[in-house]
């Protein structure tokens, strides 16, 4: 009996591993075109007795709803006399000294942290909403992230060594066009450009500085970490597109690669992009050849619970067993006891 039990479990963790791979048939990339993104706070924090506080509200409200409706940001109005209020949330040790103040504060899933990508005194202009809302390389990033495993992004420093990373991201390319079709794309970020200013900030690339590289992926998630300087090399660069390739993405979510670029992605996207097949995608069709099977979705999960049904009644007739026989062991040791 013990010895059916093991095997039936040994069989049911067999099959739960089974069931993983099938529910991996899609790559960490195409996943990362479903993942919800991460969702940025845009913060109006005023005092809570004036009317200004308010009218900046409704202004981005206006914002939000026109321009930026496909923006993965929420709008929020914070009272600074709020005590209650936990303000290392939003980024910020506590309240700001002038207000009313527009911010806009970062969150990080992966890392659960929160962070400020940039603020605006006492709130955004129109220009600035501009930026908030579009850029001519976020709008890059949303053509080209579709068509291709990834996008990389360089932006070329500003020091004596600027544009040397500029013939790795080149080899880079034309190494992934030959090997992994269609390869990746690049787009360039000028650092100093006012209209990045949103992305500059977000990224955390400083005026002057060395070359940096960031590889964006999915609906803009911008994968962790970036490369600078000396770090920006071909096996480098490699291994962190290489992530993308891989089939099993329950082992590797999309939200745990990096964090989601504030961004518009509007739904028609969605439905442009070209789904690409994994490198490993013929190691897996082997391994489910050598199964010789192949369970829909409600297969799989009839399976499961099948295998738990029969699992716990086994496991639950073993114990019964085993307190009966231990019943019918006393009761003959307590018979020859008598006698």
Same mark, same amino acid.
């Given at each position: 009996?013990?010895? =059916? ?10 099959e739960r591993a ?7 048939d ?7 075109f ?9 913060c109006?924090?005023?005092d809570?007795?004036g ?5 900046l ?10 321009p930026g409706?496909?923006?993965n ?6 009272? =600074? ?14 309240a ?8 806009? =504060? ?22 600035d ?12 990033i949303k ?16 020091g004596?060594d600027a544009?040397?990373? =500029?013939?790795?991201?080149?080899a ?5 066009a030959q090997k992994h079709p ?9 650092r100093a ?15 002057a ?8 992926f999915?609906?803009?998630?911008l ?20 992530q993308?390739t ?5 082992l ?9 670029i ?5 739904p028609?996207?969605?439905e ?6 994994s490198?490993y995608?013929?190691?897996a069709a ?5 199964r010789?099977?192949s369970?829909p979705?409600?297969?799989r ?34 018979a020859?006891?008598?006698?």
């Amino acid at each position: 009996m013990l010895i =059916a039990v093991f095997a039936l479990a040994l069989a049911f963790q067999t099959e739960r591993a089974n069931l993983c791979a099938w529910a991996c048939d899609s790559t960490v990339r195409g996943q990362a075109f479903v993942e919800r993104r991460d969702v940025h706070r845009l913060c109006v924090i005023s005092d809570g007795r004036g009317a200004k506080g308010e009218a900046l509200f409704s202004r981005l409200e206006d914002c939000l709803a026109g321009p930026g409706r496909n923006l993965n940001v929420q709008l929020e109005l914070l009272d =600074a006399r709020d005590e209650n209020l936990a303000w290392e949330d939003y980024g910020i040790p506590s309240a700001p000294p002038e207000l009313p103040v527009v911010m806009l =504060a970062g969150r990080d899933r992966a890392g659960n942290r929160s962070f400020v990508i940039d603020h605006w005194e006492p709130g955004p202009t129109g220009t600035d909403l501009d930026v908030l809302t579009s850029s001519p390389v976020r709008e890059a990033i949303k053509r080209e992230v579709g068509k291709h495993w990834a996008v990389l992004l360089y932006a070329p420093g500003t020091g004596a060594d600027a544009g040397t990373g =500029a013939a790795v991201v080149e080899a880079v390319v034309g190494d992934w066009a030959q090997k992994h079709p269609p390869g990746v794309s690049v787009v360039r970020l000028d650092r100093a450009d006012p209209r990045e200013r949103l992305l500059v900030s977000f990224i955390g690339l400083d005026p002057a500085g060395p070359d940096w590289v960031g590889v964006a992926f999915g609906r803009g998630k911008l994968m962790a970490p970036p490369l600078e300087a000396e770090q920006i090399t071909e096996e480098a660069l490699d291994e962190l597109l290489s992530q993308l390739t891989e089939i099993c993405s329950c082992l590797r979510p999309p939200s745990m690669l990096g964090v989601d670029i504030p961004m518009t992605w509007e739904p028609d996207l969605d439905e442009a992009v070209v789904s690409l097949v994994s490198p490993y995608a013929a190691d897996a069709a082997a391994v489910g050849a050598l199964r010789g099977v192949s369970l829909p979705p409600v297969g799989r999960s009839v399976l499961v619970g099948a295998l738990c049904a029969v699992g716990f009644s086994t496991l639950f007739v073993f114990g019964a067993t085993v307190v009966i026989v231990r019943r019918e062991r006393r009761r003959h040791a307590a018979a020859l006891h008598r006698k």
